[in-house]
């Protein structure tokens, strides 16, 4: 069963950081994508980042390119465990949301669409105030 744990989210001014870490277990590949999503009161779920176990590589929204930087920590020894992180900086109150993690078990050079997506966290909630 796949498992993802959000955590680290809060309340911070413009112009602050925060990071986001997320944990998944259970999922049946050993290389897989895993993508950060937003969605703030009113509007649809939207693709923050996502990045692809077995090489690192990244996609970002236009609007978090060079402010959001998502990366992963060392897998588990039997690759059953995976961690990701979004570091995010120069926060914008416009970045206030719920934030999702979520795993699918393809590479891409975009972020799906969320319909598209099947395994979610819970989700953190990011505020950011001016």
């Known amino acids: 069963q796949v498992q993802l744990v959000e955590s680290g989210g809060g309340s911070v001014q413009a112009g602050g950081s925060l990071t986001l870490s997320c944990v998944a277990t259970?999922?049946?590949?050993?290389?897989?994508?895993m993508a950060w999503f937003r969605q703030a009161p009113g509007k649809e779920r939207e693709g923050v980042a996502s990045?692809?176990?077995?090489?690192?590589?990244?996609?970002?929204?236009?609007?978090v390119k060079g402010r959001f930087t998502i990366s992963q920590g060392r897998a588990s020894q039997d690759r059953a465990t995976h961690t990701v992180y979004l570091q995010m900086n120069s926060l914008k109150p416009e970045d206030t949301a719920m934030y999702y993690c979520?795993?699918?078990?393809?590479?891409?050079?975009?972020?799906?669409?969320?319909?598209?997506?099947?395994?979610w966290g819970q989700g953190t909630q990011v505020t950011v105030s001016s």
């Open positions: 979520a795993a699918y078990s393809y590479k891409a050079g975009f972020i799906p669409r969320s319909p598209a997506i099947r395994d």
């Open positions: 259970g999922y049946p590949y050993s290389s897989y994508s």
């Open positions: 990045i692809y176990t077995a090489d690192n590589h990244s996609v970002y929204a236009d609007s």
